[in-house]
């Protein structure tokens, strides 16, 4: 099966700074990457997806970016804001629609 | 939450007891989806359901069984509750014909087994 690993487990940075999260999937038929935002109690949030005919996509103060030679995505956030602070997944989508996750990135934004 | 409601929220049982699990939407999405969060693992897929009576395993699927008799519903029953499913729950609804569709997670339901 698909194997998604996730780095760093934890980040801490200042308000305004950027922060980077990165991601590497084993199955090169994967074509779907979704990154979530998940706050304290509550689902999964959808923020930004990325499929394999393109190479980067923005809303906003978020980005992802993905290299499907090297098989690695990432998150990139903007201007940070308190209000970003959460854990945040990523995934990987191998066949019918399945999604194999990342372990989570903990970003804590300091005013 | 994308007119997904998860009931219970929170539920403590005892080893051994039959467990369910309720997932309801109102999307009338396709494709439902159960997963575990455990520290460490992130989000596992359990089952999934593309239609009605149509289901199929996940990645941990031992020791559990889902039921859709309905595009609404998606239950997930834990026939013989063990403290190793102590874990919280999430269903997710997706409106794909086929691959590459953005999943929408509920709120979550919080078992614990004793």
């Known amino acids: 099966g698909e194997n998604v690993e996730q780095h760093p487990s934890t980040l801490s940075v200042q308000e305004g700074d950027s922060a980077v999260i990165k991601c590497t999937y084993s199955?090169?038929?994967?074509?779907?990457f979704p990154w979530y935002k998940q706050e304290l109690g509550k689902g999964p949030q959808l923020i930004i997806d990325?499929?394999?005919?393109?190479g980067e996509k923005k809303d906003q103060r978020i980005a992802v970016t993905l290299n499907k030679t090297a098989k690695h995505f990432s998150l990139h956030i903007t201007e940070t804001q308190p209000e970003d602070s959460a854990v945040y997944f990523c995934?990987?989508?191998?066949?019918?629609?399945?999604?194999?996750f990342g372990t989570g990135t903990r970003l804590t934004v300091i005013p | 939450d994308a007119g997904i409601t998860q009931s219970p929220r929170h539920k403590v049982t005892e080893t051994g007891t039959p467990v369910t699990l309720r997932c309801h939407q109102t999307e009338n999405h396709r494709y439902m989806y159960w997963y575990r969060q455990d520290p460490g693992h992130g989000l596992r897929l359990i089952h999934y359901?593309?239609?009605?009576?149509?289901?199929d395993k996940g990645e941990v699927s031992d020791g559990y069984s889902v039921s859709r008799s309905k595009t609404e519903d998606f239950l997930l029953t834990l026939e013989s509750a063990t403290s190793s499913q102590t874990s919280v729950y999430f269903c997710?609804?997706?409106?794909?014909?086929?691959?590459?569709?953005?999943?929408?997670f509920g709120p979550g339901t919080r078992l614990t087994v004793t």
């Open positions: 995934a990987a989508e191998i066949g019918a629609n399945n999604l194999f």
């Open positions: 359901s593309y239609g009605v009576k149509d289901t």
């Open positions: 997710a609804i997706s409106p794909g014909q086929g691959v590459s569709y953005e999943q929408y």
């Open positions: 199955d090169s038929a994967s074509n779907y």
């Open positions: 990325i499929r394999s005919n393109v």
